[in-house]
């Protein structure tokens, strides 16, 4: 069960202050408004799950109410995260890996990510998982709930080079406590 006044008051508002974009709410503005709601959620993951994918969450992942998650960092080698993270059953992870190596314009904002893991061979930011022991619709051992994108990259280098890749990986491991 979750807690439904908490997910309402999670979700990233308008702004109207000078420093945001096109009137939504700055994601410094948004820690300092909920930061405090949800003390369990380290702040990396606050940033690039609830507040950049509120309604993804909604449809996919509320009614495992985020005050019963904790996160931990960890390291990961390569092999454990190409082989044990899934998405959900009876869809496959990939289709956007091939993209790593397609080098596009210097300029290209879009291919940012791209480029960096090209150059570090690992990704800028921890994806989230979820180690998954119960759920049946989930992956498992642990399902993706973050980073897609930057974990079709790494698999994609893991396909074709995978000798270059940096020997650990920062993951998000979120667990389900009762």
């Known amino acids: 069960m979750y807690n439904k006044t908490l997910w309402s008051e999670l979700k990233p508002g308008s702004s109207s202050?000078?420093?945001?974009?096109?009137?939504?709410e700055s994601f410094n503005d948004y820690m300092a408004r909920v930061g405090h709601l949800v003390p369990n959620v380290?702040?990396?993951?606050?940033?690039?799950?609830i507040y950049r994918h509120y309604t993804h969450i909604l449809n996919e992942y509320i009614?495992?109410?985020i005050e019963n998650m904790r996160f931990i960092q960890e390291s990961w080698e390569s092999?454990?995260?190409y082989n044990d993270i899934k998405s959900f059953k009876g869809e496959e992870l990939?289709?956007?890996g091939f993209h790593v190596y397609e080098i596009e314009d210097e300029d290209d904002a879009e291919n940012w990510l791209a480029d960096?893991?090209?150059?570090?061979?690992?990704?800028?930011?921890?994806?989230?998982?979820?180690?998954?022991?119960?759920?049946?619709?989930?992956?498992?051992?642990?399902?993706?709930?973050?980073g897609h994108r930057r974990l079709?990259?790494?698999?994609?280098?893991?396909?074709?080079e995978r000798t270059?890749?940096?020997?650990?990986?920062?993951?998000?491991?979120t667990e389900i406590i009762k």
């Open 164 to 173: 270059t890749l940096k020997s650990l990986h920062q993951v998000w491991v």
């Open 63 to 65: 009614e495992l109410g």
């Open 116 to 146: 960096y893991m090209r150059d570090q061979r690992t990704w800028p930011t921890p994806i989230i998982v979820l180690k998954n022991v119960e759920l049946d619709l989930l992956g498992e051992p642990y399902h993706l709930m973050e």
């Open 94 to 96: 990939g289709g956007m």
């Open 79 to 81: 092999d454990r995260i």
């Open 152 to 160: 079709d990259y790494l698999r994609e280098v893991y396909q074709e």
């Open 17 to 24: 202050s000078d420093d945001s974009e096109n009137g939504v």
């Open 42 to 49: 380290p702040r990396n993951v606050l940033e690039h799950w």
